[in-house]
């Protein structure tokens, strides 16, 4: 578990949550090729404007160009696999819309949602949390590597619907504990993982910020097992 996921502080998560597009741009700058290139445009598509999009339309669903996007996002922001980008490309427009139509729908059902998006081409529970993250952030968080590994209990990452649903309880907590001390009351599962993932790889780059957070006395590179995690509660900032 990592010290962030342990701690309850909404200041020590906002200061975290501040920092997301400089970790996204560190982040471009140490990949390798035309595809750590591509990961601030694309993550700003699909923090931004493709929630707009859903947002926009009468029922909530994706088109086939913005799913093909979606997937390449998620490839740049973690594991590339080329032949997932070919495969999600050979869905029928009208079938991308139907189901996605259909998954939004279905919500707050997040398993029949996953189901339903899991039929299409290409797509597992991954994929498809990235979908409805991107049209109900208030109910789903995108099954990150970086965040699943932050939480308890979730090792080793197993890319099943049951798996998702353990991981999206575990944000959802995370979500109403913040609400519950912070007063702008605006977390959502799906801005708790951004902050993970913004914490894991802040930490993986060392990146400056990440000296002025302190995990009792230790470098913020320390995450917390979990058999401490009274100490990792006592995060604060400086």
């Not at 700058?29 to 993550?43: Q, V």
């Not at 997040?110 to 498809?128: D, H, R, V």
């Amino acid at each position: 578990m990592s010290a962030l996921f342990a701690s309850e502080d909404p200041a020590l998560w906002r200061r975290i949550y501040e920092k997301y597009w400089e970790v996204v741009e560190a982040k471009k700058s140490t990949g390798k090729g035309k595809k750590s290139g591509k990961l601030l445009i694309l993550d700003k598509w699909y923090q931004e404007e493709l929630p707009r999009a859903i947002d926009g339309r009468p029922d909530k669903y994706v088109t086939l160009s913005e799913l093909v996007k979606l997937m390449e996002w998620k490839l740049t922001r973690g594991k590339f696999r080329p032949r997932l980008q070919q495969l999600v490309a050979s869905n029928s427009e009208e079938t991308v819309e139907k189901c996605s139509r259909k998954a939004f729908s279905l919500l707050p059902d997040m398993q029949a949602a996953i189901a339903e998006l899991s039929s299409l081409k290409a797509l597992g529970p991954a994929t498809a949390s990235a979908v409805l993250a991107a049209g109900a952030p208030e109910q789903a968080a995108f099954m990150s590597d970086e965040a699943v590994e932050s939480a308890p209990g979730l090792k080793p990452i197993k890319y099943t619907a049951k798996h998702y649903a353990l991981y999206l309880d575990k944000m959802v907590d995370c979500t109403k504990k913040l609400n519950k001390v912070d007063p702008r009351q605006d977390w959502t599962p799906h801005r708790v993982e951004l902050c993970l993932w913004a914490w894991a790889i802040g930490n993986q780059l060392q990146l400056p910020f990440m000296k002025d957070v302190d995990v009792t006395g230790s470098s913020v590179s320390d995450t917390c097992s979990d058999t401490d995690q009274r100490a990792a509660k006592k995060l604060r900032t400086k």
